[in-house]
T-cell receptor, first 116, second 114 residues
Framework: ETGVTQSPTHLIKTRGQQVTLRCSSQ?????VSWYQQALGQGPQFIFQ???????GRGNFPPRFSGLQFPNYSSELNVNALELDDSALYLC???????????????FGPGTRLTVT | AQSVTQLGSHVSVSEGALVLLRCNYS??????LFWYVQYPNQGLQLLLK??????LVKGINGFEAEFKKSETSFHLTKPSAHMSDAAEYFC????????????FGSGTRLSIRP
């Protein structure tokens, strides 16, 4: 069974640039959630994708957007990067379906984004 | 709205001593509760979860937590600390109907003294 993988591991960008982070979900999972974890804080929910559509969103501006592909992998895109976007971005996959909620989420190792 | 509060940003115990990490939740309806562990430079690993079945939940690595509705608490315990338990621990809450948005506490860093 393959776990959740994320790429790249580390990334350095300049303020105003755009970034794309990638996530491959665990085998058999059909739902992907993204979280932002600033230094010294708990993860904050950005959004969740199910059936290639956004299914719930946290308190993040529209410049945070995402995609889910037919193979259930996902991308997180952030436009017009700001210094405060520097954080660990975590992807979590889960299984949602008949009678199942996707609350049991399995996390990847994260992508460390630094904005200078 | 749901929330969790972790009491104590840093807890230090001696190896072999009891570990107690405190978490209180706020929810208008019965919640699902979790404890996650995060080792340095790694993602989150699920330790245990409460989903309205037994109130005493056993997890991995010898950890357990007890759901107490009257106290709105879900404290994490381990009878005997091991050096490998040193990590950041997060309490989290969600609702079945909330599109599985998990709300995390601010975390408690556990240090183990030799």
């Amino acid at each position: 069974e393959t776990g959740v993988t994320q790429s790249p591991t580390h990334l350095i960008k300049t303020r105003g640039q755009q970034v794309t982070l990638r996530c491959s979900s665990q085998s058999g999972h059909n739902t992907v959630s993204w979280y932002q974890q600033a230094l010294g804080q708990g993860p904050q929910f950005i959004f969740q994708y199910y059936r290639e559509e956004e299914n719930g969103r946290g308190n993040f501006p529209p410049r945070f957007s995402g995609l889910q592909f037919p193979n259930y992998s996902s991308e997180l895109n952030v436009n017009a990067l700001e210094l405060d976007d520097s954080a660990l971005y975590l992807c979590a996959s889960s299984l949602r379906g008949l009678g199942l909620s996707s609350y049991e989420q399995y996390f990847g190792p994260g992508t460390r984004l630094t904005v200078t | 709205a749901q929330s969790v509060t972790q009491l104590g940003s840093h807890v230090s115990v001696s190896e072999g001593a009891l570990v107690l990490l405190r978490c209180n939740y706020s929810s208008s309806v019965p919640p699902y509760l979790f404890w996650y562990v995060q080792y340095p430079n790694q993602g989150l690993q699920l330790l245990l979860k409460y989903t309205s079945a037994a109130t005493l939940v056993k997890g991995i690595n010898g950890f357990e937590a007890e759901f107490k509705k009257s106290e709105t608490s879900f404290h994490l315990t381990k009878p005997s600390a091991h050096m490998s338990d040193a990590a950041e621990y997060f309490c989290a809450v969600t609702l079945y109907s909330s599109a599985s948005k998990i709300i995390f506490g601010s975390g408690t860093r556990l240090s183990i003294r030799p």
